[in-house]
């Protein structure tokens, strides 16, 4: 939110349309019947709480002209207050595909095995599958090791074909069951406005996410957050419909 305010001298004062504006007339009479007009200018931006009151949680990040800063939200599963929107956090079970899975990082791997047998490619999605007798655990670190070469191969497995093309469209089913299973989470998504999703940290992919130490020098797709931030606007429309 922010504030303009005009000063004019005037024999009489005339409304003005444009914006949200709201004209002040302070009733103090200049020299030869002339009086000082106030024009308050309020651009309130969509989304945004008029008071404590009503939902916001605190003031936001403004800058020397009184606008609204929006900060980036840097997330890994290693910060506390952001945790839950890592793909490592666990929630309730989300399903896909007819089963179920502890977290994102469980479910996305589970898709990535190609093999002649398809009782291989089940026997291998069982390990991450809540409830079947080879099931791995709630670790999301257990699941990402099985999703790489070294277990592929031991375990007899290859990496399914055209798999850079499919991963991004997978991954975007996987976030958007993970949230309709936690309407609580999904309602903190919603929550974070507009502000910029950033999946960075320690050990962290360029493609998935951002590397570097320092903001200025943190580069990468940021595709996590690119479909994070896809996934919240598509949450908005749909409670906007309702």
């Known amino acids: 939110m922010h504030y303009l305010v005009e000063v004019v001298s005037t024999n009489g004062i005339q409304s003005r349309e444009d914006q949200e504006n709201t004209l002040i007339d302070l009733k103090t009479f200049w020299p030869k019947n002339k009086r000082l007009a106030l024009s308050l200018v309020v651009n309130v ?6 008071s404590v009151a009503e939902g916001d949680r605190g003031p936001e990040p403004v800058d020397e002209l009184m606008n609204v800063s929006l900060e980036p939200i840097e ?6 207050k952001y945790k839950w929107l890592s793909n490592f956090n666990v929630a309730n079970p989300l399903e896909y595909q007819g089963r179920k899975y502890p977290t994102i990082e469980h479910a996305f791997h589970a898709q990535k095995a190609h093999s002649d047998k398809e009782e291989t490619i089940e026997l291998f999605k069982d390990l991450f599958t809540i409830g079947k007798p080879s099931y791995i655990g709630d670790k999301p670190n257990d699941a990402k090791k099985r999703g790489g070469k070294t277990f592929f191969k031991k375990f007899g497995v290859t990496l399914i074909k055209g798999w850079d093309k499919l991963r991004v469209p997978i991954m975007r089913k996987l976030m958007i069951a993970y949230y309709e299973a936690n309407p609580d989470l999904k309602q903190q998504l919603i929550e974070t406005g507009n502000r910029p999703l950033h999946h960075a940290g320690f050990r962290i992919d360029s493609f998935w996410g951002m590397k570097g130490k320092k903001d200025e020098e943190k580069q990468g797709e940021n595709m996590t957050g690119k479909l994070l931030m896809e996934i919240r606007d598509k949450f908005k429309k749909e409670a906007e419909e309702e």
Request: proline content about 0%.
């Open 45 to 50: 931006e969509e989304g945004s709480e008029l």
């Open 75 to 80: 997330f890994n599963s290693m910060k506390k």
